[in-house]
């Protein structure tokens, strides 16, 4: 009889550690619509996380979305307060030296974001002026790149949006899904604001960023990625969060 006992005892623990193995948390920014953010019923939702929920269904794990600072979001990976992260990470040689990253699942370019009644034609029209980002973005970088314009941060890009309205900056830098959503979308924002030009930046991809040397988790997600490309899941998912 106890051999039955503990042969159970051993089935059960397998089972468990299992089911915990194919559970995988992701930290999320959920200040950067359309792609993650928090919706008016207090909802992770955005086009990242439907990807990565259908993602999870093809390859059998179970997501789960942390919502987290982006100020940090990279120490709490390393630190392995959760196994991945979800928000919009660029994936640049320089963050590979430090964390993983699963095959890219969307191809993004920066845009500078100005007011409705603004000349501006691109950041070189700005120099002399203040130009936001969000900080630690590859929008921020790129406004940094450009001597004379001067770059303020800011921990949310909303944040910088509300500033370029109110008349405290003269342009914002972000990816351009985000970009077009505050320009032509947002009910507070569509009216005053207008995409003065998309800033080509080369190949600039999206990654899930993973804590470093996490094959199981890398694996997983990636055998996900590749099934919602190859079955359509993510022209269907373009549709729904960025129309035509």
Request: net charge neutral; proline share 3%; aromatic share 12%.
């Amino acid at each position: 009889m106890w051999k039955k006992g503990l042969l159970f005892l051993i089935g059960l623990i397998f089972f468990s550690q299992s089911v915990f193995a194919r559970t995988i948390t992701f930290a999320v920014d959920a200040t950067w619509p359309p792609m993650e953010f928090v919706d008016e019923n207090k909802e992770i939702v955005g086009y990242s996380i439907d990807y990565m929920k259908a993602a999870a269904k093809e390859a059998g794990f179970t997501p789960v979305f942390k919502n987290t600072a982006w100020d940090g979001i990279f120490a709490g990976l390393a630190g392995g307060s959760y196994d991945a992260i979800c928000s919009s990470v660029s994936i640049t040689e320089e963050r590979k030296k430090a964390m993983d990253f699963s095959i890219p699942y969307f191809k993004v370019n920066q845009a500078l974001v100005v007011p409705i009644d603004s000349t501006a034609k691109s950041l070189e029209d700005l120099k002399g002026k203040k130009v936001g980002a969000q900080i630690g973005t590859t929008g921020y970088f790129s406004i940094k790149k450009v001597e004379g314009v001067i770059p303020k941060s800011y921990d949310e890009i909303g944040l910088a949006m509300q500033d370029l309205v109110n008349g405290r900056i003269d342009g914002v830098v972000c990816d351009d899904p985000v970009a077009a959503n505050y320009a032509t979308r947002e009910k507070d924002f569509a009216s005053k604001l207008k995409i003065a030009t998309i800033i080509e930046a080369g190949d600039e991809y999206y990654g899930i960023a993973i804590k470093k040397g996490n094959k199981e988790v890398l694996d997983l997600i990636n055998k996900g990625i590749k099934a919602v490309k190859e079955k359509g899941i993510e022209e269907q998912l373009k549709k729904k969060w960025f129309g035509k």
